[in-house]
């Protein structure tokens, strides 16, 4: 992309002179780079107005602004269509002036889109949808050169961010779409224009921002509404998962379901969780059995192997160019294990919780030998499904494991749940903060210890993990 297409998105007018390469973009002016576009936002704590020069001084060659940051640095007014200051040649670094910078790093990255040939694939579901990204695109890495959300940029944020980085030989973009209101993913949608749309599932995580699962499902259905109709657009749906099941009544495009059901089109049996060591299953698809063994972790893995695999039938790729996606080193991501000065095996899983995510891993450890102890935050934002979530978890945690602490008080929910499900009151500790959980914990493990920590991201679990593994 160059500053000429930047300025053409923004004002419908293209300058013969700006021919400089803009290399993506960037919100944050402490990531700018030779040759990036920093967006600046105005946030509640932090304006990015105040870091345009930072973003200057490390290589960013223009900046969208709504208003001057002052410094003297040049200006192009682009409010209201005027797009003055296009006759003659700036020197960069330069600011563009818009009315909104949101709206206008949106529209640049929608602009630059349709100047792509790209084959866009989304990707939403309450759950699994990072995971399944990553996975996806290192199937679609084995023939094409793939595009993808870093990290969980998947919003109206992070979504065009991702979109300005790509690049003219790009021929597969997958990205991650997140939902918490109507029309939030049929935005994202006529930014992004995808011909594949996936559904992982529709579980109870952000139901307090998104409302009932019949509400997070309706919004989750716009991803395979805004697909292409069929030859062109293909849907792939979790056939296991009802509301998704559903979502096939919706989309113009071609239906394609996987599942642990043999009415999908595709679908797994025979799965083995190794522990540590990956999974191993047998795949189905027409008249082909395929024994896989795959380095992902927890039987729950399957779901996102299959996914992956059911783009790649879609996308024309062979068997081979699929087992040797979803075998590569860069396809599993968030679960962490590191060990105590003692020995005791850390499952770091602390980025976020949910009731489905948490059943999953606590399905992992139960797959594992020795002492086995699940610590267990507050999952946040569940909305009405609070109480029922955390039961849940506590009456599969009463089921896999030795020892159960909890922290936070909505984790006393868990708590209570193991204790009426049989675990013995002495096998349940119930703390309030991280530190007593540090303090409870890092003198009583040894190397037979397994220990998984888990809670929402606002609960900061990750604490508890470099506690334990500096012994501290």
């Known amino acids: 992309m160059k500053i000429a297409d930047v300025i053409e998105g923004l004002s419908g007018k293209r300058p013969g002179w700006a021919c400089e390469e803009v290399r993506g973009g960037v919100i944050d002016s402490r990531q700018a780079y030779p040759g990036s576009l920093f967006i600046a936002l105005p946030g509640e704590k932090l304006d990015g107005h105040d870091f345009v020069h930072q973003a200057f ?11 001057s940051p002052g410094e003297g640095f040049p200006i192009i007014d682009l409010r209201g269509g005027a797009a003055s200051g296009l006759d003659q040649a700036v020197k960069t670094p330069f600011c563009l002036l818009v009315e909104d910078s949101l709206a206008g790093m949106q529209k640049i ?6 100047k792509c040939s790209v084959k866009v694939i989304g990707i939403t579901g309450s759950v699994g949808k990072s995971s399944t990204k990553e996975l996806t695109a290192e199937v679609l890495s084995q023939r094409f050169k793939t595009l993808k959300n870093r990290g969980s940029l998947n919003n109206e944020i992070g979504l065009p961010l991702t979109l300005l980085s790509l690049e003219k030989d790009h021929e597969r973009a997958v990205l991650e779409m997140g939902f918490y209101v109507s029309g939030e993913i049929e935005f994202l949608c006529n930014l992004a224009h995808p011909e594949i749309g996936v559904v992982t599932n529709i579980g109870t995580v952000h139901a307090e921002r998104a409302g009932t699962q019949a509400d997070i499902a309706r919004g989750k259905s716009e991803l395979v509404q805004c697909l292409p109709p069929a030859p062109k657009g293909v849907a792939i749906l979790n056939f296991d998962d009802p509301w998704v099941r559903q979502m096939a009544d919706l989309t113009p495009a071609r239906v394609f379901f996987y599942g642990l059901d043999s009415q999908a089109d595709l679908w797994a049996d025979h799965i083995e969780g190794l522990g540590l060591n990956g999974i191993r299953f047998r795949l189905h ?28 039938l879609m996308d024309g790729l062979t068997w081979q160019e699929i087992v040797a996606g979803l075998r590569s080193e860069g396809a599993q991501l968030r679960l962490v294990t590191v060990r105590t000065p003692a020995g005791a095996l850390i499952l770091d899983d602390s980025y976020n919780a949910s009731p489905e995510s948490n059943l999953a891993a606590l399905n992992l450890i139960g797959e594992l030998q020795g002492r086995r102890i699940a610590v267990l935050g507050d999952m946040l934002e569940l909305g009405q ?15 896999v494991v030795d020892q159960l602490v909890t922290v936070g008080e909505k984790a006393r929910l868990i708590a209570a749940a193991a204790r009426s499900a049989g675990l013995p009151a ?4 119930e703390l309030d903060d991280i530190s007593q959980v540090i303090e409870n914990l890092k003198d009583r493990l040894d190397s037979d210890d397994v220990v998984l920590v888990k809670g929402s991201h606002g609960m900061h679990m990750e604490r508890i993990v470099a506690a334990l593994e500096a012994g501290s």
Do not use: D
Request: net charge positive; hydrophobic share 45%; glycine share 10%.
């Open 57 to 67: 001084q490390k290589g960013s060659i223009v900046a969208l602004v709504q208003r």
């Open 285 to 312: 698809y027409r008249n082909e059995i395929l024994h896989l063994r795959i380095p992902l972790i927890g039987r729950h893995s399957v779901h996102n192997a299959l996914c992956a695999a059911a783009v790649g």
């Open 385 to 399: 499904y609070e109480e029922q979530g955390h039961a849940m978890v506590g009456t599969r945690a009463a089921e």
């Open 426 to 429: 002495g096998a349940i500790v």
């Open 109 to 114: 990255a929608g602009f630059w889109r349709s």
